[in-house]
């Protein structure tokens, strides 16, 4: 014979006790949200250890392969005094009426950069400086704010201070040259923004919305606040369907600037469309910049020493 199981269980005084639906859904949805705050958990967990490696993506190479590969560009290696690897410098032919310093973007390295380097030239003769950052091609060192912000300030202060020098801060560069805009107020000449941002912490909260990015966030570049101190030229180019900034970020940008400047986005480009500007746009650039670039004092020349 069969036995059949009964719902009722019978208590220590005899009675019998009903299964309640509500009680059973109630532990179910106990379990699943145990289950959804342990895997919520995780996802935060694997934000904060590995943010980095979500943010920055070097190419890394000996310094054999450097040398090989800057013979394929019109760079030559640009180092401190102490013989230390700063980035890569494309001389102007002849003497350069100045200096312009980019600040590339996340992926890749400064050598990447040389096509730009290139097109600036063309507009005008100038010495084009690109920053290798720590962790970046030959130059040692890790990824992160502090170290970039770092290596921007050495190399600014390497640069001849004789001529005017402008910087071009392209996407995630964008922190590094405001803040040598705020850094050195009176020494930056002009300011160059492709694609750029306002905060990085909140451009990390719009990309991931559904863990707290901004708080968890630690390299939290924040060009508004870096450009309060300055008041020289700053020119904004902003993509208009831009895939990886989000086009806000870049009018937020502009719009917190209280100094000359200029804004100018591409119709239907993306991200990595703006940065491929012709030799009569960067003249266009260079010709606002000059009509408004403040008057560099002797004093500000004069706290930096330069080194070709």
Do not use: C
Not at 94 to 104: P, Q, R, Y
Not at 119 to 138: F, K, M, S
Not at 162 to 167: E, N, S
Request: charge should be positive; avoid cysteine.
């Amino acid at each position: 014979m069969l036995e059949r199981k009964s719902d009722l269980q019978p208590l220590s005084g005899g009675e019998v006790e009903t299964k309640s639906p509500a009680k059973t859904w109630k532990r179910k949805s106990v379990r699943m949200i145990k289950v959804f705050l342990i895997g919520y958990g995780l996802v935060v967990a694997a934000v904060v250890v590995f943010q980095r490696r979500m943010l920055y993506f070097p190419e890394r190479f000996t310094a054999t392969i450097a040398e090989t590969k800057v013979k394929e560009t019109g760079f030559v290696a640009w180092r401190n005094m102490a013989g230390g690897i700063v980035g890569w410098k494309m001389p102007a032919t002849g003497v350069a009426t100045a200096s312009v310093l980019i600040t590339h973007g996340n992926g890749g390295s400064a050598m990447d950069r040389g096509w730009i380097a290139e097109t600036i030239q063309q507009a005008r003769n100038v010495d084009v400086y690109v920053l290798e950052y720590p962790g970046y091609g030959a130059r040692g060192g890790s990824p992160g704010k502090d170290s970039f912000l770092m290596a921007g300030e050495e190399a600014f202060g390497l640069l001849p201070t004789d001529k005017p020098r402008f910087v071009v801060g392209e996407s995630l560069g964008t922190g590094v040259a405001a803040h040598l805009a705020g850094k050195f107020p009176d020494s930056v000449a002009g300011i160059v923004f492709l694609v750029p941002y306002h905060s990085l912490p909140w451009v990390a909260q719009r990309k991931m919305p559904l863990v707290p990015a901004y708080v968890l966030l630690r390299d939290r570049f924040q060009p508004s606040e870096s450009l309060r101190a300055y008041r020289g030229p700053v020119k904004v180019i902003i993509a208009e369907n831009d895939e990886v900034i989000p086009p806000e970020a870049g009018h937020r940008l502009f719009e917190s600037y209280g100094g000359p400047k200029e804004l100018e986005v591409i119709s239907g480009a993306q991200h990595n469309d703006v940065v491929a500007r012709t030799v009569a746009w960067w003249k266009e650039v260079f010709a606002f910049l000059e009509k408004n670039r403040p008057a560099i004092s002797d004093s500000a020349s004069a706290s930096q020493s330069g080194v070709q």
